[in-house]
C-alpha cells in the first residue's frame, strides 16, 4: 500500500523539510511553490495572497507515520499560519516506464536495518 503526503509550509522552513526528507531515506518528492489565503492572512488587505511551498511525497504506507511525525515535529512553531498536513491513504500509483502499479511498502523511504 503507497500513502500521498501533502504539506504546505512557510518558506523559512523549506531547509529544515529537505533535511528530515533526507533524514528519513525519502529518495523522490516534489516541492514547489504555491500561493494562497487563510485565517492568518494580512489584515490589512485581506485581498493578498501569502507564498508558501507544497511537498507531496508517495511513500510506502509502513513509513507514513513516522514520515509525518517528524514532518510536524519540523513544522511546529506555534504560529499562526503554520501550513497544514494531509495523508491520503491507499493511492493508486504507477511506474510511468513500466506501466505497473507500484505497491512495495518500503516504497520512497529508507529500509530499517
Not at 503507497?2 to 529537505?18: C, P
Not at 507544497?54 to 506555534?78: E, K, M, Y
Amino acid at each position: 500500500m503507497i500513502d500521498k503526503i501533502s504539506v504546505i509550509f512557510q518558506d523559512q522552513k523549506l531547509e529544515d523539510i529537505e533535511s528530515v526528507l533526507a533524514e528519513e531515506g525519502v529518495r523522490n518528492f516534489t516541492i514547489y511553490q504555491v500561493q494562497g489565503r487563510g485565517s492568518y492572512a494580512n489584515l490589512i488587505d485581506t485581498h493578498a495572497l501569502n507564498t508558501h511551498y507544497q511537498l507531496d511525497v508517495f511513500i510506502g504506507h509502513s513509513h507514513t507515520q513516522i514520515l509525518v511525525g517528524a514532518l510536524l515535529d519540523t513544522l511546529c512553531v506555534s504560529q499562526e499560519g503554520n501550513g497544514v498536513t494531509s495523508v491520503i491513504e491507499n493511492v493508486l500509483l504507477f511506474d510511468n516506464n513500466t506501466k505497473n502499479q507500484i505497491s512495495n511498502p518500503s516504497y520512497n523511504h529508507k529500509l530499517d536495518v
